[in-house]
């Protein structure tokens, strides 16, 4: 069970708009910067979004960040066909002192 | 350009420890923090250990008295030191700038892969 709960799978069509959870409380969403990482097999992460809402030099509007008290949110729009992927957030855990992941959410664009 | 490159993985028996290394180029890495996060095969990623900007070091309960990292300041290089490995800790293994609650991970080296199997 991990510590930040993010739905297992999500799909949608392409062109269409996904937000994608992570849930979490008040010793890590609640207090610490959350950022969101792109899976594709065989590739490392990238990091899509920091700082809650903050995109990396190179990463497309297309995806957006969010967070609210112990929750945060991952947009995508104008979903595009290489968007298939894992998605994860991550973030720190004051109570655990040390760094914790969703489960990840794999992403189906049809 | 940050490049970041791990090295070191291979197979092993339980019980017994492997030493990587992560090299980071194009960037002082002594004022910044490095984590480790590994992928077991089918599971999603976890979070195992990171180091300060300051030396300070945390470790994921599942690797605690296990796993050591150090930094090697005067070659730019992080070591992981993972002693008494378990069959669950077969897993490829990233080597990342940053510290995940602060700024983010990025950049992202290739990965070594460790398995411990007899």
């Known amino acids: 069970q991990s510590v930040l709960t993010q739905p297992p799978s999500m799909s949608a069509a392409p062109g269409q708009k996904v937000t994608i959870s992570c849930s979490g409380s008040s010793s890590n969403i609640g207090s610490n910067y959350v950022s969101w990482y792109q899976k594709l097999p065989e590739t490392a992460p990238k990091l899509l979004i920091y700082e809650n809402n903050k995109r990396p030099s190179g990463i497309p509007d297309r995806f957006s960040g969010s967070k609210s008290a112990t929750s945060a949110t991952l947009g995508i729009t104008g979903l595009q066909t290489g968007d298939e992927a894992d998605y994860y957030c991550?973030?720190?855990?004051?109570?655990?002192?040390?760094?914790?992941f969703g489960g990840g959410t794999k992403l189906t664009v049809l | 350009e940050v490049q970041v490159v791990e090295s070191g993985g291979g197979l092993v028996q339980p019980g017994g420890s492997l030493r990587l290394s992560c090299a980071i180029s194009g960037f002082i890495f002594n004022n910044y923090a490095v984590t480790w996060v590994r992928q077991a095969p089918e599971k999603g990623l976890e979070w195992v250990l990171s180091i300060s900007n300051t030396d300070v070091t945390y470790y994921g309960e599942s690797v605690k008295g296990r796993f050591t990292i150090s930094r090697d300041k005067s070659k730019n290089t992080l070591h992981l030191q993972m002693n008494i490995l378990r069959v669950e800790d077969t897993a490829l293994y990233y080597c990342?700038?940053?510290?995940?609650?602060?700024?983010?991970?990025?950049?992202w080296g290739q990965g070594t892969l460790v398995a411990v199997s007899s």
């Open positions: 991550g973030t720190w855990d004051d109570s655990l002192s040390a760094g914790v």
């Open positions: 990342v700038l940053g510290g995940i609650g602060i700024h983010g991970l990025d950049p």
